[in-house]
């Protein structure tokens, strides 16, 4: 075990699945020698070459493009876009051909083999170009897997099993927390399943549903909580398409309460989506409405930054409604 970040745990990742398939590559803007914008792939161009890890033109549709070429061919690709605000040049990409792929054919072709690694959300003073969280946009997809890492240990082990997935992955990383998340990590290579969720905390008088770096802030809520005796069963989702419905239910049907809690913005987001499932599963079990605390209806404001975010003490207040319901 050793003390990583986020980053490094991510690098990690990436310089094992490297060193164990010799068809394996980086791309994107300023991976290469410059280490990416964060500095997630700093010193693999040099383990590995240029013709391994590579720097690409500033056109996201065509690192895309490419990638879906490349992944095609059979090689495991891992293409990054810079921000995840930047990924929507490549959406017609993403939706229209990585997702359908296999299906277009048959089964006869795929790109099954694709990572697409993206630093999403906001928290850093980014303004609205550079803090958002467009999860829900690509969860209309059937084809995708979407991906979300809380901490360091969990980014090493899920980019893992992205990496070793046999259908495309959009990889979203939490940026706020790329050096703020540090814990133990294993040197050599893990992978955390795909798909499933986990349940971080057990509790009986309410669940608390969350990825990314929204567990963090309901973690937080929870402590609130707890001061005044509630108990909150804390939820991380980890990968959003496909949602782990059965582990949510089996929490909502046991603590009868749920609170879903996103950074993106309310109208639309997954939470809605989870909102709806678990109120027809569980309708019966429910003993307040299902709530939701997300982002605003608004473009990301710099100003102000922590009136939009969904933080800790809305949620706490959303923990309150529900338990005096």
Known sequence: MSKMNMLQAINSAIMLAMEENQRSCVFGEDVGHFGGVFRATSGLQEKFGKDRV????LVEQGIMGFANGLAALGYTTIAEIQFADYIFPAFDQIVNETAKF?????NEFNVGNLVIRTPYGGGIAGGLYHSQSPEAYFAHTPGLQLVFPRNAYQAKGLLTSCIESNDPVIFFEPKRLY???????????YSIPLGKAEVVK??????LLAWGAQVEIIEKAAAMAEEDGISCEIIDLRTVLPWDKETVVNSVIKTGRLIVSQEAPITSGFASEISATIQQECFLH???PIDRVCGLDTPYPLAHEKEYMADHLKVYEAIKRSVNY
């Open 202 to 207: 057990q509790g009986t008088d309410i669940s």
């Open 102 to 106: 296999r299906y277009r054919s048959g």
């Open 179 to 189: 050096r703020a998340s540090v814990g133990e990590v294993p040197e050599e290579k």
């Open 54 to 57: 590579f720097n690409t033109p």
């Open 286 to 288: 429910l003993e307040s």
